[in-house]
């Protein structure tokens, strides 16, 4: 096998460039969003409602979305999501400058910026193998690129950049990140334009749509993959949803010491996606993804129990490492296993799983602190996490996971041969 030494096609390196300039704005957004909300509520119902807001277009139009994606051209969906964002984002500039701000506001915009994301992301992940001929080892090369790129710049670089940039005023977080989705449409728009999957039969797109999901709740190692992410957003709201307050009321920690604590756990994610691919080539990708799970539990555990902003910052760390890890191993590997006609629709259904579970997440993050302690939700994370290793480790063991890959293997033999001509 020779991809381990092959260059990454030159596209690649604008989708690169493309998604690096977007996730800076992200994390200046992810700061500053749940901070503008605390200038106008400290209910954490309130606050759980501005976080649900953004993952509830997943919950109804994700398998859709996905069966779209499928039907339109994916560099035109990208560049399209990114620009109708950057546009979005000037309505809470306005009312910020207006003094027009409120938490509906918050929660519609969040809303509508998930639903552009909601096509984007399944269209940028469609849109990879077939740009890197659906090799397993570019893919996982370049997921570990993008990934680390993107927890630089969302979680890194964006957080106390956010923190700042909300200092000189309320709008101009939400614009810098307005700018970045504009840098990142015009980018995309250069990216080489690849053939949409011939579908096998011309059907409704709800037909459609319900074979994309079929197919993951068929196969054990996509279902697999897709409950890990599905239980850990429960997981994973219920601690952004309070961690905020957690972070002021318990550890003591001003406004810029929010964004650095957002800081620690992206420099964690930047060094797991940096030895995601040595990690599973160690243990196969099937263990280590269990491994990650199993820490990513034990860190939430930690940060409830974090007695300082010291301890707090190294156990969101620890957790941002494993997830680092994951975020490249699990979405390498689906990509390489599935069909290019379904890819749309299965990523669409699995990152709809997630997304679903995250109101879920943010609702009993605000719930379980109201009625009893703010440090309640994050030890319920913690043992959810945990009890989900244990329940999807035989799922996506190394046996299945190697299983799946041979199987997969003469299917993507004849695309790549076809492509290959046409990069470079």
């Not at 009312?95 to 938490?103: N, Q, R, T, Y």
């Not at 980018?187 to 319900?210: D, F, K, Y």
Request: charged content about 15%; glycine content about 10%; proline content about 6%.
């Amino acid at each position: 096998m020779t991809s381990g030494i092959q260059k990454l096609p030159t596209g690649f390196g604008r989708l690169w460039t493309a998604q690096t300039v977007s996730s800076l704005g992200d994390g200046v957004t992810h700061a500053a969003l749940p901070l503008l909300a605390l200038t106008l509520t400290r209910d954490p119902m309130a606050l759980a409602v501005v976080t649900a807001a953004g993952t509830l277009p997943w919950l109804l139009f994700g398998v859709l979305g996905g069966a779209l994606v499928d039907r339109w051209d994916r560099r035109r969906t990208m560049w399209v999501a990114d620009a109708a964002r950057a546009a979005l984002l000037g309505i809470p500039a306005a009312a910020a400058v207006l003094d027009g701000l409120s938490i509906p506001l918050l929660a519609a915009v969040a809303f509508f910026l998930g639903l552009g994301g909601l096509f984007f992301d399944t269209a940028a992940t469609a849109y990879l193998p077939d740009l890197l001929r659906r090799d397993p080892a570019l893919l996982e090369r370049a997921n570990s690129r993008l990934r680390g790129a993107q927890t630089a710049m969302s979680g890194f670089a964006g957080p106390p950049a956010g923190s700042a940039l909300l200092a000189l005023g309320r709008a101009v977080p939400l614009l810098a990140d307005a700018v970045s989705f504009l840098l990142s449409a015009l980018l995309v728009r250069t990216l080489p334009a690849m053939p949409r999957p011939v579908p096998e039969a011309r059907e409704s797109l709800l037909r459609q749509a319900r074979a994309g999901a079929s197919y993951v709740f068929r196969d054990r190692v996509l279902l697999g993959l897709a409950l890990r992410p599905a239980v850990g957003n429960v997981a994973f709201l219920a601690v952004e949803t309070v961690l905020a307050l957690f972070a002021r009321d318990r550890l003591g920690i001003d406004t810029y010491g929010f964004g650095l604590l957002l800081t620690a756990e992206a420099a964690g994610g930047l060094l797991g996606a940096g030895i995601a691919s040595s990690l599973g080539r160690r243990l196969g990708t099937g263990t280590a993804l269990t491994c990650t799970a199993a820490v990513e539990g034990l860190a939430i555990l930690g940060l409830a129990a974090a007695p300082n902003p010291y301890a707090a910052g190294l156990a969101l760390a620890v957790c941002g490492a494993a997830m680092g890890a994951t975020m490249v191993l699990a979405p390498s590997l689906r990509q390489a296993i599935v069909p290019a006609h379904l890819m749309g629709r299965v990523a669409s259904t699995s990152r709809m799983l997630a997304m679903c579970a995250a109101p879920v997440g943010a609702f009993l993050g605000g719930w379980l602190a109201t009625a009893y302690d703010i440090r309640t939700p994050l030890y319920a994370a913690a043992v959810l996490l945990l009890a989900m290793t244990a329940v999807t480790a035989s799922m996506t063991s190394n046996r299945r996971v190697e299983a799946a890959l041979r199987a997969a293997a003469p299917a993507a033999e004849e695309p790549a041969r076809e492509s290959a001509s046409g990069v470079a």
